[in-house]
């Protein structure tokens, strides 16, 4: 066992782990069961800012499968689709786009910076014939956070419709999807705190619209979303539902209903973090655009973050990220959403980094931990 400081999967809530365990109802016979589901969707699209003409759906599958089946759902041949692409989740839309018969317009940007708003507002205005766009809030494996709630009400402008991906910020930092989204989507297995194994997705009634009157069939079974529009008319789900990951869902949910002080905290100790790290040597990864949910930095010249990452698991018990793809062995990650977002779980792993940098060579000054807990 260690402790996972991992911007996902997080650490299990106690009670979603016991949720999961009770009896559950028949989710194929049980109207119990569907009320539950639907009351849990309920939830979530009010956590989520929304009034009753938004709808969320929560699918079987891991957080892949909300961006999969949005994807699937919007796309018809030939449609353009715009990637608003400052990161790697961010152009991984493209190959979703591409797979089912979409035409990706890319929008490349500084994975170093967030998106800016005025200079999407210039590249809109030439730009014809693009069905949506599609972009992340906070692109986890560089810790970058887009500003979704100045940069979607301009594609709106333009007509666009807009598909994001919260998985990495949703519970751990306000999502509004009244502020111009169409397709959210969401998962269990970061800030929520509960395992890896369901997604979500919150549609407005444009989002509805576009899915149930789209002319061509969606290409596929499982990541579709038109299968679920009238799932509770009908009172019948795709597929049976998986009725213990639901009751674990709705702890979870009870969680942070009942945690007041959840954004606030994750602000101030993603502020502390990246204070403690700056102030001890390190260089950030973002240069603006900092996530509340996860600090991304560079790997100290002449270190190895395999190195870094092994003993902070065997020397100390805690598990922190590298990264991977375009950003492999450049930067670690330390993820502070939900469960892992408590101030002396980051002391502990702020005293286990010191003493793994020190190890290697490189001494932050001032000690990290010490510059942390001052600031939080
Ligand atoms: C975690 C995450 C997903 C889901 O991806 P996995 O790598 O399968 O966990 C999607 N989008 C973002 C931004 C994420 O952080």
Redo the contacts with the bound molecule.
């Keep these: 066992m260690y402790e996972l400081m991992t911007?996902?999967?997080t650490q299990v809530s106690a009670s979603v782990l016991a949720a999961r365990a009770q009896w559950a109802p028949n989710p194929d016979q049980d109207e119990d069961f569907l009320e539950l589901y639907h009351k849990t969707a309920q939830r979530i699209t009010q956590m989520m800012g929304g009034d009753e003409t938004f709808e969320t759906f929560i699918l079987a599958g891991?957080?892949?499968l909300a961006?999969e089946a949005a994807v699937a759902s919007l796309t018809e041949p030939g449609d353009r689709v715009l990637i608003l692409d400052n990161g790697i989740?961010g152009g991984g839309f493209a190959d979703l786009v591409r797979l089912y018969g979409g035409i990706p317009v890319v929008y490349n940007m500084d994975y170093r910076r967030p998106l800016d708003p005025i200079a999407l507002d210039i590249y809109l205005r030439g730009q014809r014939r693009i069905k949506y766009a599609t972009l992340?809030?906070?692109?986890?494996p560089s810790g970058m956070c887009n500003d979704i709630a100045a940069i979607c009400p301009v594609l709106k402008r333009y007509g666009l419709l807009t598909l994001v991906?919260?998985?990495?910020t949703m519970f751990g930092q306000p999502v509004h999807v009244s502020q111009g989204i169409d397709v959210l989507?969401g998962?269990t297995?970061?800030a929520l705190s509960a395992p890896?194994g369901l997604c979500f997705a919150t549609l407005s009634p444009e989002g509805r619209a576009a899915i149930a009157e789209r002319k061509s069939p969606v290409p596929g079974f499982y990541a579709n979303l038109q299968t679920y529009l009238d799932y509770y008319e009908k009172r019948w789900f795709p597929y049976t539902m998986p009725a213990h990951d639901i009751l674990g869902l709705a702890a979870a949910l009870d969680v942070v209903e009942a945690d007041e002080e959840r954004y606030s905290r994750h602000a101030l100790l993603a502020r502390a973090t990246r204070a403690a790290l700056e102030k001890g040597g390190l260089e950030l990864y973002p240069q603006g655009g900092y996530a509340e949910t996860v600090t991304a930095f560079c790997v100290p010249e002449g270190l190895s973050d395999k190195e870094v990452l092994r003993k902070m698991r065997e020397e100390h018990g805690i598990m922190i990220s590298g990264s991977f793809d375009v950003l492999e062995g450049q930067v670690l990650r330390i993820g502070h959403m939900g469960e892992n977002c408590q101030r002396e779980k980051l002391v502990g792993t702020f005293e286990a980094l010191q003493q793994v940098f020190t190890d290697l060579g490189f001494v932050p000054d001032p000690p990290l931990a010490e510059n942390f807990q001052r600031r939080c």
């Design positions: 911007p996902g999967p891991e957080g892949m961006l989740f992340v809030h906070c692109d986890t991906d919260a998985v990495a989507c998962a297995q970061k890896a």
